[in-house]
Every structure is written in C-alpha cells, then in structure tokens.
C-alpha cells in the first residue's frame, strides 16, 4: 500500500526558511503529479504547490508564488517544498497528496488541483512565530 510521509515542519522566526519533504512507498511514485496543501486551525485545506509527474510544470498559489519552490525527485521518490521569507500566515499544517491518476495531463491549475488528494500524508506541522 502506497503511503506519503512528510517531515520537516518546525517552529521557525518570521523570515526563515524550511524544506519540507515528503516520502513516498511504492514503485510508481514518478508517474503522478503531486502537490502540497495546507490547512490552519479554523479553516479549510487550500492548495499550495503542484508538480507534474515528470516535474516540466508547477503551479503555486498567490501566496506561494516567488517564495516557496515545489520540486521532487522520481529515484529517491520524494517531493520537496521549500519555502523562504516564511510569516506568521504561513502557519498551518502542510499535507502532501498525489493525484489519481498516472501521467495527468495537468494543463491548467484547476486540472491539476482537482486532480490531486487521491492519497494524503498524515501532515508536518509548521509554525511561524516571533
């Protein structure tokens, strides 16, 4: 059985960084696209990243966009999100998820977005505080 495990969350100052990793059990790993969600207490689960199952596209939020870089790696089967200049709204717990199918074609967010949460992580909590 296919199972996602992130790592990585922690307590961090506003303006640092964290890598969040999430590794992946199974063999076809490299043939779906993956992404990251997150949820804050109080509200819904929203989407951060999404990576394509060859890593050719990514899609971010708003927020994400030009401080948090989505990558993976399909031999070592783990997906990364990097995240810079982090702030007190970056808190929340991140989830990683896979699509549901093999090889999406991923041409819009919205394909890939709907795409993704067949499969979740069990969630690494990230909290930004001074």
């Known amino acids: 059985q296919v199972q996602l495990v992130e790592s990585g969350g922690g307590l961090v100052q506003p303006g640092d960084y964290l890598t969040l990793s999430c590794a992946a059990s199974g063999r076809d790993f490299r043939l779906y696209s993956m992404g990251w969600f997150r949820q804050a207490p109080g509200q819904e689960r929203e989407f951060v990243a999404g990576?394509?199952?060859?890593?050719?596209?990514?899609y971010y939020s708003d927020f994400a966009r030009y401080r948090f870089t989505i990558s993976r790696d399909n031999v070592q089967n783990i997906l990364y999100l990097q995240m810079n200049s982090l702030k007190s709204q970056d808190t929340a717990v991140y989830y990683c998820?896979?699509?549901?199918?093999?090889?999406?074609?991923?041409?819009?967010?919205?394909?890939?977005?709907?795409?993704?949460?067949?499969?979740w992580g069990q969630g690494t909590q990230v909290t930004v505080s001074s």
């Open positions: 998820t896979r699509a549901s199918e093999v090889r999406t074609r991923d041409r819009t967010m919205n394909d890939m977005v709907n795409a993704l949460g067949a499969l």
């Open positions: 990576i394509s199952y060859n890593g050719d596209i990514t």
